[in-house]
């Protein structure tokens, strides 16, 4: 005789499952290097990249949710209507504890969303583990440059023209086809991650630079509030702010550097050369 399918089970067992793989990837993602390091280096996991695991962490996440529904209204409605109604009249007489449960939660939120002990500390922590993982040898010119094109990385950043970076590229026995291809994508079909194929392109430049000089001296400020950098610089953070509101950003004392540009669609670098050069 066939056993019968016990559907409180099976969404038990799923959900379960479905937290720790939720957990797991959290952690992964707290610590990962940036997108940026990510990408550039090809950073892998037990064989999941960034973009993997934070796949897996929001697959899972939809997934813990829909079964959270359909365990609660399909299977224990009636239970939780009762323990709800129930427990509702009990938390009305117990006034104290439910005052102090709604002030630890607004207490939370507001500590996270103004960015305040200890949960400043946890941020920070978060953000000095991810920016560990990078080292100067591995540094990209600029976040993702991975999507440049050759044409792209000539024109902004190479002391070589694109058809001059094309025939090195393909001298050295890789495979690359036109200018217009992405340091990604030749890097994919040569089996190389972003960062060793342009290891191999730097050497050969006619100076061996790039062209963001400031770049090094600029390194670490994409964490720092416009507060923090005009203390760096000697300068009042309002005059900074009307820099870039004039180059149509706007921005607040607490905004960070890194957040500013992403809102603006451009690099920490650009806004620090904006700040540091436009008077």
Same mark, same amino acid.
């Given at each position: 005789m066939e056993k019968k399918f016990f559907w409180k089970s099976f969404v038990s067992f799923s959900l379960a499952w479905s937290f720790l793989i939720i957990l797991i990837s959290g952690i992964v993602?707290?610590?990962?290097?940036?997108?940026?390091?990510? *990408?550039?280096?090809?950073?892998?996991?037990?064989?999941?990249? +960034?973009?993997?695991? @934070?796949? /897996?962490?929001?697959?899972?996440?939809?997934? !813990?949710?829909?079964?959270?529904? &359909?365990h609660l209204f399909t299977l224990n409605w009636k239970i939780f209507w009762h323990y709800f109604t129930s427990k509702a009249v009990t938390g009305l007489n117990r006034q104290k504890e439910l005052l102090v449960s709604v002030i630890l939660i607004i207490f939370v939120f507001t500590? $996270?969303?103004?960015?305040? @002990?200890? &949960?400043?500390?946890?941020?920070? &922590?978060?953000e000095w583990t991810t920016e560990s993982w990078e080292t100067k040898d591995e540094q990209a010119p600029v976040p993702h440059a991975e999507t440049l094109t050759i044409k792209e990385l000539s024109a902004k950043y190479v002391q070589m023209s694109a058809d001059s970076i094309l025939l090195l590229v393909n001298q050295k026995g890789l495979k690359a086809d036109s200018v217009g291809q992405?340091?990604?994508?030749?890097?994919?079909?040569? *089996?190389? $991650?972003?960062?060793?194929?342009?290891?191999?392109i730097i050497p050969n430049s006619?100076?061996?630079? /790039?062209?963001?000089? *400031?770049?090094?001296?600029? @390194?670490? !400020?994409?964490?720092?509030?416009?507060?923090?950098?005009? +203390?760096? !610089?000697?300068?009042?953070v309002n005059t900074l702010i009307g820099i870039l509101k004039k180059n149509g950003i706007d921005a607040n004392p607490t905004d960070k550097l890194k957040d500013l540009a992403e809102s603006a669609g451009k690099t920490p670098l650009e806004i620090m050369e904006l700040i540091k050069y436009d008077n």
């Amino acid at each position: 005789m066939e056993k019968k399918f016990f559907w409180k089970s099976f969404v038990s067992f799923s959900l379960a499952w479905s937290f720790l793989i939720i957990l797991i990837s959290g952690i992964v993602l707290y610590i990962a290097p940036p997108g940026r390091v990510a *990408n550039w280096t090809d950073w892998t996991l037990v064989g999941f990249s +960034k973009s993997g695991w @934070q796949a /897996i962490h929001t697959i899972f996440s939809y997934t !813990f949710v829909i079964l959270s529904v &359909f365990h609660l209204f399909t299977l224990n409605w009636k239970i939780f209507w009762h323990y709800f109604t129930s427990k509702a009249v009990t938390g009305l007489n117990r006034q104290k504890e439910l005052l102090v449960s709604v002030i630890l939660i607004i207490f939370v939120f507001t500590g $996270t969303y103004f960015n305040i @002990q200890p &949960f400043k500390a946890v941020i920070d &922590f978060g953000e000095w583990t991810t920016e560990s993982w990078e080292t100067k040898d591995e540094q990209a010119p600029v976040p993702h440059a991975e999507t440049l094109t050759i044409k792209e990385l000539s024109a902004k950043y190479v002391q070589m023209s694109a058809d001059s970076i094309l025939l090195l590229v393909n001298q050295k026995g890789l495979k690359a086809d036109s200018v217009g291809q992405t340091i990604l994508e030749i890097s994919e079909l040569n *089996n190389l $991650t972003p960062a060793k194929l342009y290891s191999i392109i730097i050497p050969n430049s006619s100076d061996g630079s /790039i062209k963001t000089e *400031n770049k090094s001296q600029f @390194q670490g !400020f994409g964490r720092k509030t416009m507060d923090e950098v005009a +203390k760096e !610089f000697g300068k009042d953070v309002n005059t900074l702010i009307g820099i870039l509101k004039k180059n149509g950003i706007d921005a607040n004392p607490t905004d960070k550097l890194k957040d500013l540009a992403e809102s603006a669609g451009k690099t920490p670098l650009e806004i620090m050369e904006l700040i540091k050069y436009d008077n």
